[in-house]
């Protein structure tokens, strides 16, 4: 379904992406990890063509799509949604108008740029806000919101793509424990009950083990473990982050869960956490 | 995902809700559009209506002057290197007032937008009266302040430049002071916390901020100026315009020099643009 063959993306003398290989051959959640700067948010950039790898190709359903121009590009971009870790809607524009905006390929500039949207396409929006639970939300400025609810927004406006692939950029890094769960649930969500492949970059391994059905993780470019969240023991996530013995995974846990036994003793003292 | 289930109930009325304001937006939009176009035809007909010419019978006599000015300026193209010349001291004198222009009122301008911004000024009391005085110097042309003042010191540089300061203060004021508004206050806030009086407060929390927009602003009203500057030539302040309107009148077969004064000024704004986004890349790119 979704194959990277040897990409690589080069800025200046460092490699960002260096000869990656992934063969996902159906709609899995697939999460990648790694640390700051392993190459994680650039690969993710190259599927969704935001850059454009410097060697290597990326094929969808058989067809490259790393040499897309112009309108097969965007075409392309319809089809593979985006979430970013900072939302990356329209502050000043409304909920729904930020989800309309998920039809922007199909829809003619005019026609956007007059705010003339169809009314299927209004009912649309709302129903999957819906969905998601903020429908109270559609007439709000976009920037009103919560963070929680702002990154349900950005789900939303990637649903409305109705893509074949949802591509999430560290969606719950800006999100405080509660909203992060709400958000990774929702993706898990869409992927069970929707079938769409997603590929999400996460910075705690409780989260992507949690989450997703398999995991790829990368150091310094290059892709260092691809397996199951079973296989992804402590010993292999000190050498995807290049840790020493002294790395502790709970030491990062932002998640909420019923198991303080589990956390270091520092951790497990804060009340917080443990009466969740 | 847990909450849908009790959103369910709301579904139709969020949705007719939502329709109805795009109906009521889509509605003012278009009564919006309508009044613009009645307005727009209705002004353009009356003003053609007491126009001595007509806009349609003078459409194509448009051309005509430049069509001269180019025409003549190729007849006399040999002569146009020495022209260029000639006008140079006339140039330089219309820059000067400019600069002198832009620079004493830049500094004004500046003292007086902190002044008149909220949340910034010292005196929150005096911001509307100081916003008022900034309008009044926006208010008035240049042209009056200048022949005014023409009377009173005399022809020369002097009453243009103050002419020019004075209108600059009131534009750059107000623009500077939008520009703060828009800054984030964290850091004056950590200054306030460190014991720093309002002058140091603003010089360090604020100006490092605006400073990159400050400058833009500044070096647009800079172009503004020189072209203000060429202007008052007209009336006496001496400069290019003095040159500019003495060659610019039909018949005199002078439009040679004139298409050389017109060049001077076009290759000083392109030098004022180029020079001040160079300088502008350099402060902005040195922050980071």
């Known amino acids: 379904m979704l194959t990277l063959d040897t990409v690589t993306k080069q800025f200046g003398t460092t490699r960002a992406v260096d000869s990656v290989s992934l063969d996902i051959a159906r709609p899995t959640m697939v999460g990648i990890i790694g640390a700051s700067g392993a190459g994680k948010s650039t690969l993710l950039r190259m599927l969704n063509l935001l850059e454009r790898p410097s060697a290597g190709s990326i094929a969808f359903e058989g067809r490259e799509i790393s ?19 900072q939302f990356n809607l329209v502050p000043r524009m409304d909920v729904v108008s930020n989800v309309l905006h998920g039809t922007l390929y199909t829809t003619g500039t005019f026609r956007a740029l007059t705010a003339l949207w169809p009314e299927v396409d209004i009912r649309k929006a709302i129903s999957i806000l819906e969905r998601l639970g903020i429908a109270e939300q559609a007439p709000k400025r976009a920037e009103a919101l919560s963070g929680g609810q702002q990154q349900r927004v950005a789900i939303a406006r990637a649903l409305m793509q109705d893509p074949k692939m949802i591509l999430a950029d560290e969606p719950i890094a800006s999100l405080d424990p509660m909203n992060a769960q709400v958000v990774m649930e929702t993706l898990r969500t869409i992927h069970d009950e929707d079938g769409r492949m997603i590929v999400c970059n996460l910075h705690t391994l409780d989260t992507a083990r949690r989450y997703c059905d398999r995991i790829v993780g990368m150091r310094k470019g290059r892709v260092v ?21 002294t790395f502790s995974e ?27 | 995902m847990t909450d849908a289930a009790s959103t369910s109930a709301l579904r139709p009325g969020v949705t007719d809700a939502y329709l109805a304001m795009v109906s009521t937006r889509r509605l003012w939009t278009t009564t919006g ?54 006008y140079f001291p006339s140039l330089i004198e219309t820059v000067n007032i400019a600069a002198g222009a832009t620079l004493i009122g830049g500094i004004l301008g500046a003292f007086a937008s902190l002044l008149v911004t909220r949340g910034l000024a010292p005196a929150p009391w005096a ?15 240049e042209i009056v302040v200048a022949l005014i003042l023409i009377f009173l010191l005399g022809g020369g540089p002097v009453p243009a430049l ?49 400073g990159p927009n400050w400058l833009s602003y ?57 020079g001040g986004s160079m300088i502008r890349n350099k402060l902005t790119r040195g922050r980071t």
């Open chain 1, 67 to 85: 040499t897309l121009k112009g309108s097969r590009a965007r075409g392309w971009q319809a089809q593979c949604a985006m979430i970013f870790q």
């Open chain 1, 225 to 245: 473990f691809d397996g199951t969240p079973e296989q992804l023991t402590t010993g292999v996530a000190r050498d995807i982050y290049g840790a020493d013995g």
């Open chain 1, 250 to 276: 709970h030491a990062t846990s932002t998640e909420i869960r019923d198991r303080p036994a589990a956390a270091p003793p520092r951790k497990a003292a804060s009340p917080a956490k443990a009466a969740v």
């Open chain 2, 33 to 86: 559009i309508l009044i613009y176009v009645l307005l727009f035809f209705g002004g353009f007909w009356i003003a053609n209506d007491r126009n001595a010419g007509g806009f349609w019978r003078g459409l194509p006599q448009i051309f005509d002057f430049p069509a001269d000015v180019v025409s003549e300026a190729a007849e006399n193209a040999a002569r146009l290197p020495g022209l260029l010349l000639e």
């Open chain 2, 127 to 141: 911001i509307a009266p100081l916003r008022r005085l900034l309008d009044l110097l926006r208010a008035v042309p």
């Open chain 2, 162 to 210: 103050i002419a020019i300061a004075l209108h600059t203060i009131g534009s750059l004021g107000k623009l500077f002071s939008e520009v703060a508004e828009s800054a984030p206050l964290d850091p004056v806030e950590g200054l306030r916390s460190v014991g720093a009086t309002w002058a140091q407060r603003m010089a360090f929390g604020i100006v490092p901020q605006v």
């Open chain 2, 218 to 274: 500044a070096l647009l009203r800079f172009e503004i100026n020189i072209r203000a500057s060429a202007i008052l030539g007209f009336v006496g302040a001496g400069g290019i315009g003095y040159d500019l309107r003495n060659t610019m009148s039909f018949g005199l077969g002078m439009f040679d020099e004139a298409a050389a004064i017109f060049m001077l000024l076009f290759l000083t704004i392109v030098i004022v643009d180029q």
